[in-house]
């Protein structure tokens, strides 16, 4: 079997979105059923990054990996990100509502976005090729999703990407944060809902 990997560097912007705590959603339950729960609430999350012009890149058990200004190359990738991020919020709502009782718990998920330069390419072997995203970027995203759980909100973006949209958007500023393969702490800002952003 051979193998090959091309790729090239791209600015872009990453979101990492991760449904927390599913898997103690479905302890006593049919297994079937947390499996199709979950496809509807990815399908339903991932439909809102499309609309936008991302792409999801990889699914991660409960939660997804996407990119923009990639596919589709606009200049305001992180802007579409947000809408993304917010579209996302508003749908997992509107989940909540729906299936409240089937459920017994809330669905929540935390988002992180960051902005970067990644390498793009498609990972083939004899039988299979794949288009994918690499880097530290990539890596940088999924641990500023994590923080999205210690402070207690749902969205994060990097300092690199809010410096892009900050005045697109509403923001808060949250404290600086050591992170995984990082040797300074990280300044991180939460997306603000869209009730505040109107107050």
Same mark, same amino acid.
């Given at each position: 079997?051979?193998?090959?990997? @091309?790729?090239?560097?791209?600015?872009?912007?990453?979101?990492?979105?991760?449904?927390?705590?599913?898997?103690?959603?479905?302890?006593?339950?049919?297994?079937?059923?947390?499996?199709?729960?979950?496809?509807?609430?990815?399908?339903?999350?991932?439909?809102?990054?499309?609309?936008?012009?991302?792409?999801?890149?990889?699914?991660?058990?409960?939660?997804?990996?996407?990119?923009?200004?990639?596919?589709?190359?606009?200049?305001?990738?992180?802007?579409?990100?947000?809408?993304?991020?917010?579209?996302?919020?508003?749908?997992?709502?509107?989940?909540?509502?729906?299936?409240?009782?089937?459920?017994?718990?809330?669905?929540?998920?935390?988002?992180?976005?960051?902005?970067?330069?990644?390498?793009?390419?498609?990972?083939?072997?004899?039988?299979?090729?794949?288009?994918?995203?690499?880097?530290?970027?990539?890596?940088?995203?999924?641990?500023?999703?994590?923080?999205?759980?210690?402070?207690?909100?749902?969205?994060?973006? *990097?300092?690199? *990407?809010?410096?892009?949209?900050?005045?697109?958007?509403?923001?808060?500023?949250?404290?600086?944060?050591?992170?995984?393969?990082?040797? @300074?702490?990280?300044?991180?800002?939460?997306?603000?809902?869209?009730?505040?952003?109107?107050?």
């Amino acid at each position: 079997m051979t193998n090959d990997f @091309k790729a090239e560097k791209r600015v872009a912007t990453i979101l990492f979105c991760d449904i927390r705590n599913f898997t103690n959603l479905f302890d006593d339950e049919d297994p079937l059923k947390a499996v199709h729960f979950a496809n509807t609430v990815l399908a339903e999350l991932g439909e809102e990054v499309e609309k936008q012009g991302g792409k999801v890149d990889r699914f991660t058990g409960d939660g997804f990996l996407a990119h923009f200004g990639i596919a589709n190359d606009t200049a305001n990738h992180v802007g579409d990100a947000c809408e993304a991020a917010l579209r996302m919020r508003g749908a997992l709502q509107n989940i909540n509502a729906a299936r409240y009782l089937d459920v017994q718990q809330v669905v929540t998920a935390g988002i992180g976005i960051h902005t970067g330069t990644v390498a793009v390419g498609e990972i083939s072997t004899n039988h299979i090729k794949q288009t994918t995203v690499l880097g530290d970027v990539v890596n940088t995203t999924a641990r500023i999703e994590q923080l999205t759980k210690y402070f207690s909100v749902d969205v994060l973006l *990097s300092e690199q *990407s809010y410096k892009r949209v900050k005045k697109e958007f509403q923001f808060k500023k949250m404290p600086p944060k050591k992170i995984k393969g990082k040797r @300074k702490e990280v300044t991180t800002w939460w997306l603000l809902p869209m009730n505040d952003m109107n107050d």
